[in-house]
Structures are given as C-alpha cells and as structure tokens.
C-alpha cells in the first residue's frame, strides 16, 4: 500500500500544474510569512479579513470588464491600502476603517455581480482557493512579493524594527512612521490578494499569519522571527502540499491544519526568560533591544 502511495505521489510531481503549485507555494513561503510579522506587529488582524472582500470586488470588476479578475483585485487591495493608510494612527482606529470597508467592499462585490449577471461562481471559487491552477502570472506576483518585502525590511530594517517595537518611539526617533506604515500596508494588501489562489480568501491566514505567530514565540528579534518565519513557512507548505498529494485532499484545508499543529506545538514549548522585541505602549522598556544599522 506504502509502495503504491509512494508511486501515485510520485507521478503527480511529475505533472506540471503539480510542480508549478509546489513552486508557488515555496514563493509563498519567503515573502507572506514576512508579511505576516508585519501583521502581528503592527496589531492590524482586521485587514487581512477586508483584503479578503476588497480582493473579491476587484475580481467582480475583472469579471465585468473583461481584464483579469486576479490583477483587478490586486490593484484593488493595493489601492484600499494606501487609502486606509492614514486611519492606522492606531490599531483601534483602523479597526473600525476595516470594518467599513469590509462592508463596502462585499456589497459593492454583491451588486456588481448581480446588476452585470456575470456568472459569479468563478469569483466564489477563489473563497476556497485553486492551487493547480496557478498560472504564470500568479508565480510572477509571489516572485515579486518573495523578493520585494524581505528586500523592503532589510533595507529599512531599523525603521520597521522601532515602529513594530513601538510607533511613538519610531516616530520620536526620526522614523517616516505615515511613508513606512503606508507601504507596509499596501505591501499587506498585496499579498493577501496573491495568496487568495492558492489556499483560497478564507484560508489565506495559513500563509500569512500562523508562521508569523510560531516565529515570535520561537525568535529573540526581529531579524530571528522573519527567519524562522521563513523557515516555518517553508517546512509547512512543502509537508502540507505533499501530504494534501498522497492523501488526495484538498490543499487549502491541509495547509492550515498543518500550520496550526505547528503553532500549537510550538506554544507547548516553556517559555523562555526572554526580553520581548515588541513592548507594549503602556510600558516603554528601559533600553532598545538592539537592532543592526541600516546604513
């Protein structure tokens, strides 16, 4: 039996949706985990959850228009981000930005796909994702996303390093906090809507958050938790993919049982007597943790 399972996994690597899925998630697995930290660090769950809908209108214009539905939903989270940008003073007030624009988003998505009769079945689809069937264009996105945000955070390494710590220090200390939130923000969006194809809106925190949150409680600074973060993303997203394969699963699902046994395990782990990276605003620490210049 272990031999036959060994073969079937084996002639399905062979085949070349298989292979380009298995490359799309390794992609993945460098830049959405960094992303993630940013999410966490930055106390900004809520959009990830309105990227979802924002990602689904732009699919409903693409659909109507005739362009392609994952470009217009990429310009469309890219948009929505810079736009809330300015409401992210603090994680309350963009909760509530998020909020509204989670509503405007899915009734503008509702309406457009019921006033054009466009067939709405290929936009709900992307709600459970479709893993084999990433295109060029998809690994193009994850290959920018892969290079373009750990690029972002070692270039300004210092800068993102005191805003996740604490925004007041940042700004206080020089940092541009409105410039550097607003591309983070846009950089957040972005990836969402490029991690939609492959594990589907409602399972995209599979990519994006739960290697993060192992990653913090396993690194000692910023630069440990993006590595391990990285680390984790890969070790999930290869395992869950090749298990989704020899079991005859759906991916989505088994991405992010494997990811959350993986935070689950971790936080199992005693915790360590460790000075945290990030403070809380409430309790400015004595001293920095250091962090490596950026010049």
């Known amino acids: 039996m272990s031999t036959l399972a060994t073969a079937d996994l084996g002639a399905l690597l062979d085949l070349v949706p298989v292979r380009r899925a298995g490359f799309a998630l390794l992609l993945a697995a460098v830049g959405l985990p960094v992303v993630g930290v940013v999410i966490v660090g930055l106390d900004i769950m809520p959009v990830r959850f309105a990227m979802m809908h924002v990602a689904l209108l732009g699919i409903a214009v693409g659909l109507l228009t005739g362009l392609d539905p994952m470009l217009c ?22 909760s509530g930005a998020m909020g509204l624009l989670m509503s405007l988003a899915i009734a503008g998505a509702l309406l457009v796909l019921a006033v054009s009769g466009v067939n709405a079945s290929g936009a709900f689809a992307l709600l459970w994702g479709s893993i084999l069937s990433v295109g060029t264009a998809d690994l193009v996105v994850l290959a920018g996303l892969a290079v373009t945000v750990p690029a972002l955070l070692w270039w300004r390494r210092r800068e993102v390093a005191l805003l996740l710590y604490d925004r007041e220090l940042a700004q206080c200390s020089g940092v541009p906090v ?28 599979a990519l994006t958050l739960l290697p993060a949150l192992a990653a913090r409680r396993l690194g000692r600074s910023l630069r440990s938790i993006v590595a391990w973060a990285v680390g984790i993303g890969v070790g999930v997203n290869l395992t869950g993919f090749l298990l989704a394969l020899w079991l005859d699963w759906p991916p989505g699902p088994v991405l992010v049982l494997t990811a959350g046994a993986v935070v689950l395990a971790v936080h199992l782990i005693p915790e360590r007597r460790i000075r945290p990276w990030r403070a809380a605003a409430s309790e400015p620490p004595a001293s920095l943790p250091s962090f490596p210049s950026s010049h």
């Not at 948009?79 to 940008?85: D, I, M, Q, R």
């Not at 409105?178 to 925190?205: E, N, P, Y």
């Open 73 to 94: 939903a990429l310009v469309a989270c890219a948009l929505s981000g810079a736009g809330v940008a300015p409401l992210a003073r603090t994680p309350d007030g963009l």
């Open 178 to 205: 409105r410039l550097l939130t607003t591309a983070l923000l846009v950089l957040v969006a972005v990836a969402v809507a490029g991690a939609i194809k492959l594990t589907g809106a409602l399972l995209v925190d």
